[in-house]
């Protein structure tokens, strides 16, 4: 089995203390090294930083994926279907506004998942998702 490598993934916040207590608390994700102007995050192993930027992000829009408008960038984890549980259990029980809330998506298809949408305090848009069957993740 091939290891995959890490991504890297620079993004706009506008205060880095709320950035803490959703990555940190909400996401329950490890602080890694940090200034007054940048944090970075482990991301299930990717390297996520959270860089102060006044105005924080800047949404371009939606695009329409299975009849459900998703925010347009985004990014976020293919999780395993439990931890895609756990997480949404978790998010609920921080109170979480989603954009779109934890659903089943392609029903039947070859890429049935599991997929929800949020924003963080900055308004960056995040997908978490699982797939029923993780070979399909690229099926046509």
């Known amino acids: 089995m091939s290891v995959r490598p890490a991504v890297h993934l620079a993004i706009p916040v506008d205060d880095l203390d709320a950035a803490r207590r959703f990555y940190g608390g909400v996401l329950g ?9 940048w944090v970075d995050w482990d991301l299930h192993g990717h390297q996520l930083v959270t860089h102060v930027v006044p105005g924080g992000p800047v949404s ?3 695009s329409s994926v299975d009849g459900q408008e998703v925010p347009i ?3 976020g984890l293919l999780l395993s279907t439990g931890d895609f549980h756990a997480l949404a259990d978790r998010l609920r029980a921080a109170g979480t506004d989603f954009v779109i809330e934890p659903c089943l998506r392609f029903r039947d298809e070859p890429a049935e998942q599991w997929t929800m949408f949020l924003h963080d305090p900055a308004g960056n848009a995040l ?11 690229f099926a046509r």
């Open 73 to 75: 960038p985004h990014f």
């Open 127 to 137: 997908e978490f998702k699982a797939f029923r069957d993780e070979s399909k993740v």
């Open 60 to 62: 371009t829009g939606t």
């Open 29 to 37: 994700l490890a602080e890694g090294r940090s200034t007054g102007q």
